[in-house]
């Protein structure tokens, strides 16, 4: 998925996050996966911008994010196992960006290190890269293979307990299974109490 760069999305003069939910399908020993790309690579490697998570070939993901060189920052990352969900988030406080995996902190690096917003600088009159979601924004490397969802960017710097929250809440959520056996219909449900009413203003009473 390729979104045409957009200032909304590469802030450089307020905070900023960026969350999703991401599942490996494989894991690769011999390259690196992009999971999502926010870059610009005007001269392919010599002077790149913006940030990126990577599938590692150690099988790691790891928050990068680039200062105008060749090179990134590489910071921790976590383990990952191919075909389970992950809660990945980025925050950026404008002194430090924040790395959290499932509701934990995993890497922190200072903005000392010299990051510089997708485009030029962020400004919204330079084209800069688009937001690629499962490639490389110039298609380096190799493709994410897997799932990614409910992807979310946000103008301000989400707590550690709001992310805690997105990542608890969202594996707590009940999930309703609807199956038949024979001419009946079974429902079934992970969690919680499943209530049910003739119509939609009650009374609600449990289902047995």
Do not use: C, K
């Not at 870059?39 to 990126?52: K, S």
């Not at 959290?100 to 917003?117: C, E, K, P």
């Not at 992310?163 to 056996?181: D, M, Q």
């Amino acid at each position: 998925v390729n979104i045409p760069y957009a200032l909304e999305l590469n802030p450089v003069t307020g905070p900023w996050s960026a969350e999703a939910w991401v599942q490996p399908a494989s894991l690769d020993p011999n390259t690196y996966h992009t999971v999502i790309s926010s870059m610009y690579n005007p001269n392919f490697g010599n002077d790149i911008y913006g940030w990126l998570i990577y599938q590692t070939p150690d099988a790691h993901f790891v928050f990068n994010m680039f200062n105008g060189s060749a090179g990134g920052s590489f910071n921790p990352g976590t383990a990952i196992t191919a075909g389970t969900w992950y809660h990945l988030v980025i925050t950026d406080d404008l002194t430090n960006q924040y790395f959290y995996v499932n509701g934990v902190l995993i890497s922190q690096l200072s903005q000392s290190f010299g990051f510089i917003a997708n485009g030029v600088n962020g400004d919204s009159s330079v084209a800069g890269g688009n937001t690629v979601f499962g490639q490389r924004v110039e298609n380096a490397f190799g493709a994410f293979d897997g799932a990614i969802d409910d992807v979310a960017f946000y103008n301000y710097t989400l707590t550690p307990q709001q992310i805690s929250n997105h990542y608890h809440n969202s594996i707590a959520a009940p999930i309703l299974n609807i199956e038949t056996s024979g001419n009946e219909v079974r429902l079934t449900w992970t969690t919680g109490t499943l209530l049910s009413s003739p119509t939609v203003n009650g009374t609600y009473t449990q289902v047995d």
